[in-house]
């Protein structure tokens, strides 16, 4: 069975609940990466900050990104995987939700994350298709 853990991007980094999101923004440049979890003081996943929510719910309403803390963005539970789970679970939980990316949590702890491109790398071609349909459908 091939697991979370498998198709995951492992070490993924947190941006701090208090840092701004113009270091958001930075750390993202610097990973080559389009979106970052944000982990709280308690070093537990507090939510999940994309350029697009720098871009329209800070830059596009004229706020500051040098003044706005990364766990502002941050917006009720974030979904996550557990690294145990099974491929199709990972699928199924992306599915449900609209989402695009998802963290692995081992141990409470985050260990990875999934994107569409790890994905593309490990599941099939017809699996892919349903994949991006279900999360295209209706934007």
Known sequence: MTTARDIMHPGAEC??????LFKAAQMMRDLDVGSLPICG????LHGIITDRDIVLRCCAEGRDPSQVKAG???QGAPHWIDARS???RVLTMMEEHKIR?????SD???V???SEADLAQHIAEDQLAHFVETICAGK
Not at 41 to 44: C, E, I, P, S
Not at 101 to 105: E, F, H, L, N, S
Request: charge should be negative; aromatic fraction near 0%; avoid cysteine.
């Open 108 to 110: 409470h702890r985050l």
């Open 41 to 44: 003081l308690d070093d537990r």
């Open 112 to 114: 990875g994350m999934i």
């Open 101 to 105: 990316r998802i963290p692995v949590i």
């Open 72 to 74: 502002e963005l941050a």
């Open 15 to 20: 941006i701090g609940e208090n840092e701004t």
């Open 86 to 88: 099974d491929v199709d």
